[in-house]
């Protein structure tokens, strides 16, 4: 099977290492996966910051880009959520094919592949973070656990208030930055509290404000993608 | 209500609320109290979501047929006795109240809790004409007494505990009637006692009454009010003369359609299967209950806002405050915040509709949200909060057609929003050019050892309270390139 | 001029407002989905009349059950109990109710004052229905239950549902029993409030204690 990948502008630019695992994760269940270069962003800073109008371009080149692909995989279920909700209010029925082709990766793995056990090994206690378009938008559900729960000698912890919002919410992290730290702090101290090593989640822009909250305070909790735990293997951990 | 005039924007207001510990300490109790209730009393219905579906159809079916049924309610509100008058704006509202007060002679009337004479400034302008306002309802009146404002839909006193409320009881009561008894302690149970004895005499004594109303039945003129305390009762039946300020889109259709609602708004707002007290009434009735009913219907930025097709569903709100109660930045940004008696998410959808953008606190309303979702998700009559905000930053950002007071305006972007404008232009010019965007993250790449710790200027608000995320030394694009030989 | 002049100029901002709306468009046009329950769950007649009581319980009402025969023993015992002396009725309650209790009746009558209620120690009523599914029951002011006000001001509401015609399973299938143009009181357990830390207390203006007498045939 060949799939496209949506790397997202955050992970291109911030995460690169996130985009690296999806490619090892597909790859090592016989995917081939291929990366458009003409990609960029999916628009949805500029719509969730009140710019619907910039969306334009960028819809139209994700559309270009990717309108050839029966599969396209991205390592982001807020881009997800943009891409497969939105992208049909803003483009119309021209988007609404390519919209229901993109997967979230959890999605891509359990529901098309069929496949839970992706052969991972990751030696540490983790806690899961569902973050808000994977879990209210997406509903994702229990697919990233089942995928978590097979991985070797990962220790699942539970983590208090696990579905409330982490606080980042875009460009809400600077307009509102009071409540977006006060919501990070508490989330950040959920985490810490769960004696997890690593914060797992399936949004990296999730991931920079709960792992910058955590540096700040001091913790040695590290933000790591389900994709880097998944793409982890008892040859290479990430 | 207070003057809402002069209202920080909600940034401002929400950071000094996160820094009141008592405050966030309040709210995360009851806020987190109130969450797992519902989900319980929800969890009951298995036909849940269809009973909210069913729940926003027939608010749709109301509102796109709006001018029928309020014809068709006026018609049968007439018929069984009552008379019905019409209120453009607040202004015309609290002329037409103080006017049928002032009818009867009275000097002054006890109020059900009611979200829509909040709005209007009720209180305040039978002040001005020398009527005086009795809330009944025990948060209303712990927030009357304290010459606060209401900070939650259903609960205006969430904002403090049962200690500041014996203080307010203590200090505050002697001056509105009976003192709180001698000794008054701080167990609720105390404390809705002191609220039973201090309002009993006015209760008994009370000859007009003001309400507003949870439904209005268009088939047959009927009006719902939802409480638990008794107050409501008291209110409806005792006085002589009734008077119920109500939004014109709590019109429901027909009597059988209160099956979906009397279902879904306990359930909703105090989790419970009922609210202890629900009354239905119809006009007036011989002998019993007021002998003069009279209903003010209010526009006041309703039609404003139904003529928004996307924005238009906020006008499905029951008001059964489970937005609020499940919302993490309510719960610590606290009511007031939303400059508004209608706080939260709702609020923050509902105000600058029904206000337009007239200052930097409606234009921040929208963007006082995560867009988590989990609004949504409870509200009862489905509606898609985190759609209508999106909505809503776009006519602030880039403006756009609104309605205000019935008249199509175009509405200019913000100015304060120039410099985000200069910079999400920029942004957008560049993500369309992946050669940009490709020098600009090796640029940052190479420079990633001099970038400093905290940001000056706009960037604080990140860098203020988290680190900032380490620049790779090489973007997936260009691994890619690299590893791939440059794919497709 | 009760704003005669708002009332068209908001029927013409409301019809504005719908431009979008068709001109064809019949307000039973837009679809409604009415395939939520009628009732929730299958129940026989007795199990209907347990979560009636179980309800009513659960939100701090008082349950008793008896016959139509045990009544006027029943609501004497529960009036002595409570001490009550002066007990305000309803002109169509029957009289055999009371026919056991060592209590002055008071009936109901346009000349009682509210302080005049104020100082009665107990209502005993019938009601128009009890809803199981909520644990609620509804009075309608008819003859055995009276007007509102006389089961508001006392302290104490003794209330009568007789089994098994006057129970119903459901808010739907009690609002399709119910008569929209008299004035209606849906009371589900004593008066409570939220309003200090969203925790529910009993007790606020309404009767603190309510007793449902449940009584078969």
């Known amino acids: ?67 050839g692909y ?88 539970e983590l208090a208030g696990a579905e409330e919002c982490c606080g980042f919410g875009g460009t809400f992290s600077v307009k509102n930055p009071a409540v977006s730290a006060a919501m ?37 909790v590290r933000p790591v993608h389900l994709a880097e735990i998944l793409a982890s293997t008892e040859g290479e951990v990430w | 209500m207070k003057t809402q005039l002069g209202m920080p924007a909600f940034p401002e207001a929400a950071g000094r609320s996160t820094r009141d510990l008592r405050l966030r300490a309040n709210l995360r109790h009851a806020t987190g109290l109130i969450r797992e209730r519902r989900a319980a009393a929800v969890a009951e219905l298995a036909d849940w979501e269809r009973l909210r579906a069913a729940a926003a159809a027939v608010k749709d079916r109301t509102l796109r047929h709006l001018d029928h049924y309020l014809l068709r309610l006026e018609e049968r509100v007439t018929a069984a006795g009552g008379t019905v008058h019409w209120a453009a704006d607040a202004e015309e509202a609290n002329r037409i109240v103080t006017g049928l007060v002032r009818a009867t002679g009275e000097r002054e009337v006890v109020k059900v809790k009611s979200m829509a004479t909040q709005e209007i400034g009720l209180n305040e302008a039978l002040a001005r004409a020398g009527i005086r306002a009795y809330e ?98 008291m209110c409806l039946t005792l006085p002589e003369t009734l008077i119920s300020v109500v939004g014109i889109e709590k019109t429901v259709p027909t009597w059988q359609d209160l099956e979906i609602y009397l279902q879904l708004l306990p359930r909703s707002s105090t989790a419970e299967r009922m609210n202890p007290y629900t009354s239905l009434w119809t006009g007036t009735t011989e002998g019993d209950g007021p002998r003069h009913f009279h209903l003010v219907l209010l526009d006041n930025g ?32 606290g009511g007031h915040a939303y400059g508004s008696p209608y706080p939260g998410p709702i609020g923050a959808i509902l105000t600058p509709q029904l206000r ?47 309605t205000l007071r019935g008249t199509r305006t175009v509405i200019r972007p913000a100015r304060r929003h120039t410099l985000e404008r ?65 794919g497709r | 001029m009760n704003g005669y002049g708002s009332r068209e100029r908001i029927l013409a901002r409301v019809r504005r407002a719908l431009a979008d709306v068709p001109a064809h468009e019949r307000p039973a046009d837009h679809p409604v989905p009415r395939d939520y329950a009628a009732v929730h769950g299958t129940r026989t007649p007795e199990e209907t009349v347990e979560l009636l009581a179980a309800n009513l319980a659960d939100y701090r009402a008082r349950v008793h059950r008896t016959d139509t025969a045990g009544l006027p023993a029943l609501l004497a015992g529960l009036l002595a109990r409570r001490g009550a002396r002066r007990v305000v009725v309803p002109a169509g309650l029957p009289p055999q109710w009371l026919s056991r209790a060592v209590v002055e009746p008071v009936t109901d009558s346009p000349a009682l004052t509210h302080r005049d209620l104020d100082a009665m120690d107990s209502v005993v009523t019938g009601c128009a229905l009890a809803i199981a599914e909520t644990g609620t029951v509804v009075l309608d002011a008819g003859p055995d239950q009276g007007r509102r006000r006389i089961t508001l001001i006392p302290d104490h509401h003794l209330c009568v549902v007789r089994l098994p015609d006057q129970v119903v399973d459901s808010v739907p299938q009690a609002l399709r029993r119910l008569d929209p143009l008299r004035p209606l009181t849906w009371i589900s357990g004593p008066s409570a409030t939220s309003d200090i830390e969203l925790d529910r207390v009993e007790g606020v203006h309404g009767p603190r204690t309510l007793e449902v007498l449940l009584v078969n045939p």
């Not at chain 1, 702090?185 to 909250?213: E, P, Q, Y």
């Not at chain 2, 904002?159 to 009976?178: L, S, V």
């Not at chain 2, 606190?361 to 867009?371: N, Q």
């Open chain 1, 1 to 67: 099977m060949r799939v496209a990948l949506f790397v997202t502008c955050v992970n291109d630019t911030l995460r690169p290492r996130t985009g690296r695992a999806t490619v090892a994760v597909l790859e090592r269940l016989g995917v081939t996966v291929d990366f458009p270069m003409g990609q960029s962003c999916c628009g949805q800073p500029f719509l969730s910051t009140g710019y619907r109008g910039r969306t334009g371009p960028l819809v139209r080149r994700y559309l270009e880009a990717f309108g």
């Open chain 1, 70 to 157: 029966q599969h396209i995989v991205t390592p982001s279920a807020s881009c997800a959520a943009m891409v497969r909700e939105q992208f049909p209010r803003l483009a119309g029925e021209t988007a609404a094919g390519v919209a229901s082709r993109t997967f979230e990766l959890t999605e891509f793995l359990v529901d098309v592949l069929g496949v839970t056990d992706v052969g991972a090994y990751f030696p540490y206690p983790v806690a899961y973070h569902p973050t808000c378009h994977g879990l209210r938008v997406l509903g994702l559900g229990n697919r990233p656990r089942r995928l978590l729960e097979c991985v070797k000698g990962l220790e699942l912890r």
């Open chain 1, 184 to 220: 990070g702090a508490d989330k950040a101290r959920a985490v810490t509290a769960a004696g997890a090593s690593a914060v797992c989640a399936v949004d990296n822009s999730c991931l920079l404000h709960i792992g910058g909250t955590l540096a700040r305070q001091g913790s040695a």
């Open chain 2, 136 to 233: 009944t309802d025990l948060a209303e009146l712990i927030v009357q007494l304290a010459d606060d404002t209401p900070s939650h839909l259903l609960v205006p006193a969430v904002h403090r505990n049962r200690g500041e409320i014996r203080d307010i009881f203590r200090e505050r009561m002697g001056h509105w009637g009976r003192p709180a008894p001698k000794g008054l302690g701080d167990r609720p149970a105390e404390l809705a006692e002191a609220a039973r004895l201090h309002l009993r005499e006015k209760f008994l004594r009370a000859k007009v009454a003001v309400s507003g109303a949870n439904f209005m039945v268009a088939e047959t003129g009927t009006l719902v009010v939802v409480e638990s305390e008794g107050n409501g009762r």
């Open chain 2, 302 to 333: 309703r039609t404003d806002t139904l003529a928004d097709q996307v924005g238009r569903q906020a006008l499905r709100c029951i008001r059964c405050s489970a937005c609020l109660n499940v919302c993490p930045v309510y719960e610590r940004a």
């Open chain 2, 356 to 402: 337009g953008l007239a200052s930097p606190l409606e234009e921040s309303l929208p963007f006082a949200s995560t867009l988590c979702g989990a609004c949504y998700e409870v509200c009862p009559v489905a509606i898609d909060i985190p759609e209508v905000l999106l909505h809503l930053r776009a006519r602030v950002a880039e403006g756009g057609e609104a």
């Open chain 2, 422 to 486: 200069t910079v999400m232009d920029a942004a957008a010019w560049a993500l369309d050019r992946p050669g940009v965007l490709r020098r600009g993250q090796r640029l940052a790449a190479r420079t990633r050892r001099l970038h400093p710790r905290r940001l000056p200027g706009p960037g604080r608000a990140w860098t203020e309270s988290r680190e900032l995320p380490e620049v790779p030394p090489e973007s997936f694009r260009d691994w890619w390139a690299r590893t791939r030989g440059g």
